[in-house]
């Protein structure tokens, strides 16, 4: 039987990345006087570097090295980092970025039949829980069994160690759970941890190879059949 799904965030519960957490970067660069401006191609490239300060560096490192020549280049990244947390939050709170299509559903659907559900995801704690908050209302924080986010574990996705936390949380086996996700990094990490994987592409991920997933949907779609009769999903 199904025991548990865990939800990544970013492009899966909702499409955050173009007009969340890209406006977030740049508008946390003007305040701190850089004029970097990451453009929406440029930003699906940096995409393949998860966590938002491993991209900042990333960043630093192969379009403005001159910089990386600042005292304390870590911390500096933390406090530029924790600007661009900031100002994702206040952009939550406007409401403007809704669930994608179907999660609404599917949290009620788990919920109703009292199987659990929990987040893993490379974003930090606080975006999950505004994001939450601006969708599902404050209540819903609590609906989760189990939040893992961000630098609670050493290694971001693709690496497996999210997951491994939120099962081992869950205590739970990876077989009697699944993992939806949107991308392929996130397909990695979750397959990594052995658990089955369903996608739903997100507009930056539809052209990602996804050959490890039990199903890849356009989107968790209004109404659906329930979650274990979908092809392909082997749960019993
Ligand atoms: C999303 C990420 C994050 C966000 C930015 O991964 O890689 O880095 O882009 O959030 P997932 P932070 O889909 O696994 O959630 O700046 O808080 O890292
Ligand atoms: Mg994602």
């Given at each position: 039987?199904?025991?548990?799904v865990?939800?990544?965030v970013?492009?899966?519960?909702?499409?955050t990345?173009?007009?969340?957490h890209?406006?977030?970067f740049n508008a946390?660069?003007?305040?701190?006087?850089l004029?970097?401006n990451?453009?929406?191609?440029l930003y699906?490239?940096?995409?393949?570097?998860?966590?938002?300060k491993?991209?900042?560096?990333?960043?630093?490192?192969?379009?403005?090295?001159s910089?990386?020549n600042?005292?304390?280049l870590?911390?500096w990244?933390a406090?530029?980092?924790k600007?661009k947390t900031k100002?994702f939050e206040s952009?939550?709170?406007?409401?403007?970025?809704?669930?994608?299509?179907?999660?609404?559903?599917l949290?009620?659907?788990?919920?109703q039949?009292?199987?659990?559900?929990a987040?893993?995801?490379t974003?930090t704690?606080?975006?999950v829980?505004?994001?939450l908050?601006s969708?599902?209302?404050?209540e819903?924080i609590?609906w989760f069994?189990?939040?893992?986010?961000?630098?609670?574990?050493?290694s971001?996705?693709?690496?497996?160690d999210?997951?491994?936390?939120?099962l081992?949380q869950l205590?739970?086996?990876a077989?009697?759970c699944?993992?939806?996700e949107d991308?392929?990094?996130?397909?990695k990490?979750?397959?990594a941890?052995?658990?089955?994987?369903?996608?739903?592409v997100s507009?930056?991920?539809?052209q990602?190879?996804?050959?490890e997933?039990?199903?890849?949907?356009?989107?968790?779609?209004?109404?659906s059949?329930?979650l274990?009769?979908i092809?392909g999903?082997?749960?019993t």
């Amino acid at each position: 039987k199904l025991q548990a799904v865990l939800f990544d965030v970013d492009g899966t519960l909702a499409d955050t990345e173009q007009d969340g957490h890209r406006v977030a970067f740049n508008a946390a660069f003007q305040q701190f006087n850089l004029d970097w401006n990451w453009d929406i191609d440029l930003y699906g490239k940096l995409l393949e570097i998860t966590g938002g300060k491993e991209r900042i560096r990333y960043f630093m490192e192969n379009f403005v090295p001159s910089e990386l020549n600042k005292n304390d280049l870590t911390n500096w990244i933390a406090s530029l980092h924790k600007a661009k947390t900031k100002y994702f939050e206040s952009l939550m709170e406007t409401g403007n970025i809704p669930l994608r299509p179907g999660v609404a559903r599917l949290i009620q659907e788990l919920r109703q039949k009292k199987i659990k559900f929990a987040i893993a995801t490379t974003t930090t704690m606080e975006n999950v829980t505004s994001l939450l908050k601006s969708t599902l209302g404050e209540e819903s924080i609590d609906w989760f069994d189990v939040i893992g986010a961000g630098d609670i574990v050493p290694s971001k996705k693709p690496a497996p160690d999210i997951y491994h936390w939120v099962l081992n949380q869950l205590d739970l086996p990876a077989q009697q759970c699944i993992a939806i996700e949107d991308s392929e990094n996130g397909l990695k990490s979750a397959r990594a941890a052995l658990l089955p994987t369903l996608i739903t592409v997100s507009g930056y991920t539809h052209q990602q190879r996804f050959d490890e997933a039990v199903a890849v949907l356009s989107d968790l779609g209004e109404p659906s059949k329930p979650l274990t009769q979908i092809q392909g999903v082997t749960i019993t």
